[in-house]
């Protein structure tokens, strides 16, 4: 895929990404008729030169990816092929992070908060990142409507409170 580009999109294009995070990552504009064919054979190629362990192909996923631990590094790196919301996605969360300053610390000691008690994972039943994202950022939404217009000052301690009775059960 000579032609095509590779963006780092997620927690490390954001900013919000844990000591322990993934690299999400898409190679876009491959030209290619079937991504999963394609996700194949990147796990292959990446297998073959020993560029990387632990390759997993999850190609039944609503998005398909290769998750795998880049083996110079010990990155984790989950990469998916010409899905182009994911780039798109992370420019919105940019553009969310410059109008509340809250959201980053916010959403990172949330995601560590769910990480530390293993909820972050949706296919175990967790909250995945990219939701809670839109979890937070509607609830600093729903105090910048409510605060008469003015900017929003209140201490990340009493927002992360006032999420935690929003969103909980009782």
């Known amino acids: 895929w000579p032609q095509s580009r590779f963006e780092v999109h997620g927690s490390f294009a954001t900013g919000m990404y844990l000591p322990n995070s993934d690299i999400d990552a898409v190679i876009l504009d491959s030209g290619a008729q079937s991504p999963a064919l394609c996700l194949k054979a990147l796990a292959l190629a990446l297998s073959r030169r020993g560029m990387a362990r632990n390759i997993q192909l999850i190609s039944k ?10 083996a110079p590094s010990g990155f984790q790196f989950d990469i998916s092929f010409d899905v182009a919301n994911g780039p798109a996605s992370a420019e919105i969360v940019r553009m969310n992070m410059r109008r509340f300053p809250a959201l980053r610390p916010l959403t990172t000691v949330l995601k560590a ?3 530390q008690r293993a909820l ?3 296919y175990t039943g967790g909250i995945g990142s990219y939701a809670l994202l839109c979890m937070v ?12 217009a003015r900017p929003m000052h209140l201490p990340l301690t009493m927002l992360t409170i006032s999420m935690h009775l929003s969103y909980s059960s009782s």
């Not at 950022?137 to 008469?148: E, F, G, I, K, V």
């Open 120 to 122: 972050n994972e949706v």
């Open 113 to 115: 908060f769910l990480q």
């Open 137 to 148: 950022m509607a609830h600093l939404q729903l105090h910048d409507s409510s605060s008469a």
């Open 61 to 70: 996923a609503r998005v398909p990816i290769v998750k795998f631990e880049e």
